[in-house]
């Protein structure tokens, strides 16, 4: 049977002149359904329409600048409260399934990127980087070759409000995320609702966006919140474009003026938002309702403001971070290669919202270079066949076809394969695209279940199951994908064991080995690494740091030199080679490789830490404790607070150097050596009982420490034979 196109803003043309027939009993399924998504005129037996009507009632209301229909004056008052219940209670359920998914979220650490983005970013300490985050690229604070023109000042500023109001624990920042995924889904239903005036329709695509699998990377990992900052700003800044046709006087004043303001928040949020002017331009002069008795210069305002913001938004990032297009990670790459490439991606992309199996944090990139290739036609074909069904729908319904071009517009910036970073094909990206995905199949949904109206209660039983049944599979994979991203070594693990050949993360897996001194492991992790990516300068620098702490000097020496003659701005090498030199009785050359690293990461908390260490040392406390203050002023961190504490120790300033320790212990509670330490320095000021308890704490997490261990046997010594001190504590 062929079902009927449903155009959303068609009329209902059935009549109410006559008394409904008698309707067979229904299944219970079925009825709740019809209850939630009946059209209006059936909730109170009135000749209101659903598609096309003007209702102001329940969140239509929020719609803004709807006349009244005409309605049957009996039960009015009962048919609004029954609507308004179910609007709220559509609302609630979109909230509830935006967020089940991804409460085991909350219980994540901090993976990836997240550790330079907001543990040790130092833009996050206090509020004295603002200017900074405003007026410079993302990864400014890291220095040496880290400054791309990436813009994003609204996730920086975002991190900056989490950690001072809410504490640096993860688990702030993933809730952040997951209540930024919760309004996306519900203003895109309100953006829905009023672009297609069809509450069905905007309910199937809001449900559809939050329980589809591709979006669990940038609700799963804190770094990813552009996307969903962007997505939130974006459709908010539609969504107030698509009332001003509704509202006159001081309200489209206000309208126009809360649109320039999100549009303001989406280009802070991530570049791609540059797309919402054109959208907005060709939705104005092609599917706007009133088009063809609005003036070309009504029409012009609505959108013009958004132009007049983008340019100035281009004019001051150009000023102070550069053009929109990141330098090329592909400079070798040819224009045959980069439109073949293009193909492959658009494919995959788009395979990957059909069957998001698979899901993978860092995929390796291929670069076609022939029209024969499987994924160039593969991707060839996928757009072909977009084409063909955006010309097909513009006569008929043609908001379908403009979802389909809100999804290739916003997919078009991450084709290019040359602008984007390593991992050219992101899961991420896709998170505002699918958002034209979700109008085209809610719209197709909706169709099929309005086909079905002449159908039995089983069939459309059917169809309801079959559709709750695909959306627990769906929440099911999100939960199972989400635990991926609980900490690092278990992220690194599930990404390899799909991209085996990522050698970017073979490196981090190794980097992590290397901080638990588990150097067996990190030796494989950059064996393997080396075989897929030979030379690579980060990969260079980790081999330095497995053969400095095995004492392989000179294999140490070489592989730093290579990884600074490869990439002479990266600090990380001068650090390691500035501990070969120190470790080797080279003092000088020491000291210069860590003014060297300071002065390529001014902000570099491990550069001034490691200086410091090397003053003290040196015995030169003086300016050891300055290098320990600059380290704490750019990152609190326990070796920035020990360091401290041992400067004020030597110097006799024990008050000091006890409010230091005490600070690394409020840092990190679970930190033994915060508690041994302040039981050594307890010890030697005669505080034998705070000494004790601080000793002991420590032990049980580090019960073969020597020094402890030697301090906690005198204590006890000393209280068997009733020497132990009831000394105030150190003024």
């Not at 009825?31 to 005129?41: A, I, K, N, Q």
């Not at 959208?279 to 092609?286: F, M």
């Not at 490439?341 to 990139?365: E, H, I, R, T």
């Not at 955006?390 to 403009?402: A, E, G, I």
Request: net charge neutral; proline share 5%; charged share 20%.
């Amino acid at each position: 049977m062929a079902f009927k196109i449903f155009a959303p803003r068609q009329e209902n043309q059935k009549q109410c002149d006559s008394a409904p027939e008698p309707q067979p009993k229904r299944r219970l399924i079925t009825s709740v359904v019809d209850l939630f998504f009946m059209p209006y005129e059936e909730v109170d037996g009135s000749c209101h329409r659903e598609h096309g009507s003007k209702s102001d009632s329940g969140v239509s209301h929020l719609l803004g600048g709807r006349a009244q229909a005409d309605s049957h004056p009996a039960n009015l008052s009962g048919s609004r409260h029954l609507i308004l219940w179910t609007d709220g209670l559509l609302l609630a359920f979109l909230a509830a399934i935006a967020a089940f998914p991804y409460l085991n979220t909350l219980r994540n650490l901090f993976v990836y990127d997240d550790t330079f983005q907001v543990v040790n970013n130092p833009y996050l300490q206090n509020f004295h980087h603002l200017k900074e985050i405003f007026t410079t690229p993302v990864w400014s604070f890291l220095g040496g070759d880290y400054s791309h023109n990436y813009y994003r000042p609204l996730m920086s500023f975002g991190y900056l409000l989490c950690q001072q109001f809410l504490g640096p624990m993860p688990l702030a920042f993933h809730l952040v995320n997951l209540v930024l995924n919760l309004l996306v889904v519900l203003v895109l239903f309100l953006v829905t609702w009023r672009m297609f005036n069809d509450r069905t329709l905007a309910f199937v695509a809001a449900g559809l966006f939050a329980v589809h699998p591709i979006h669990s990377e940038p609700v799963a990992w804190i770094a990813a919140i552009t996307d969903i900052e962007l997505a939130l700003f974006y459709l908010l800044t539609f969504w107030f474009f698509l009332g001003l046709s509704k509202v006159r006087g001081r309200r489209l004043i206000l309208g126009e003026l809360s649109m320039v303001v999100s549009f303001a928040l989406a280009l802070l949020a991530k570049e791609p938002a540059v797309t919402l002017v054109v959208l907005a331009t060709l939705y104005e002069h092609s599917c706007r309702e009133d088009r063809k008795e609005t003036s070309v210069q009504v029409k012009l305002s609505r959108y013009g403001p958004l132009w007049l913001l983008l340019l100035v938004y281009l004019i001051v990032r150009t000023h102070f971070v550069g053009g929109l297009v990141n330098r090329s990670q592909f400079p070798d790459m040819g224009p045959d290669a980069v439109i073949f490439s293009a193909l492959a991606l658009a494919g995959q992309y788009v395979w990957k919202l059909f069957w998001p199996a698979k899901l993978c944090a860092f995929y390796v990139f291929h670069m076609s270079t022939s029209p024969s290739d499987p994924q160039v036609i593969g991707g060839a074909v996928a757009l072909m066949v977009l084409a063909f069904l955006f010309v097909f729908f513009w006569n008929r319904v043609r908001l379908v076809s403009f979802g389909l071009l809100f999804f290739f517009l916003n997919l078009a910036p991450v084709l290019n394969a040359p602008w984007m970073a390593a991992n050219v094909f992101t899961e991420r990206y896709l998170y505002l695209p699918s958002v034209g995905f979700c109008w085209v199949l809610g719209w197709a949904g909706t169709t099929l279940w309005r086909a079905t109206t002449s159908h039995s209660a089983w069939w459309r039983g059917i169809v309801v199951v079959s559709a709750l049944a695909i959306a627990a599979l769906c929440t099911l994979r999100i939960i199972q994908r989400n635990r991926d991203w609980h900490d690092d070594e278990t992220f690194y693990k599930a990404t390899l064991a799909l991209q085996p050949d990522a050698y970017i993360i073979h490196n981090n897996l190794a980097t992590l080995y290397l901080d638990r001194d588990d150097l067996k492991n990190a030796e494989q992790e950059l064996r393997e690494a080396d075989k897929i990516a030979p030379d690579y300068p980060l990969i260079l620098n980790n081999f330095g740091l497995l053969n400095l702490k095995l004492k392989r000097y000179d294999d140490a020496l070489g592989y730093l030199i290579r990884s600074i003659m490869k990439n002479p701005n990266e600090p990380q090498p001068h650090l390691y080679l500035a501990l070969v030199y120190d470790q080797t009785g080279k003092a000088d050359y020491a000291e210069k490789e860590y003014r060297t690293a300071i002065n390529l990461s001014p902000l570099s908390q491990r550069a001034h830490a490691g200086l410091g260490e090397f003053y003290f040392d040196q015995g030169r406390l003086l300016e050891a404790e300055g290098q320990f203050q600059e380290s704490l002023r750019a990152a609190r961190t326990l070796r920035g607070y020990w360091g401290l504490g041992l400067v004020y120790w030597r110097e006799g300033r024990y008050a000091e150097a006890e409010h230091a320790f005490q600070e690394a212990e409020a840092l990190v509670p679970s930190s033994a050596r915060a508690h041994i330490m302040l039981g050594l320095l307890y010890t030697e000021t005669k505080r034998n009982r705070e000494a004790l308890r601080e000793l002991q704490t420590g032990l049980k997490s580090e019960p073969r420490n020597p020094q402890a261990l030697e301090a906690l046997r005198k204590l006890q010594s000393q209280d068997s034979s009733g020497g132990a001190s009831n000394a105030s504590p150190v003024r």
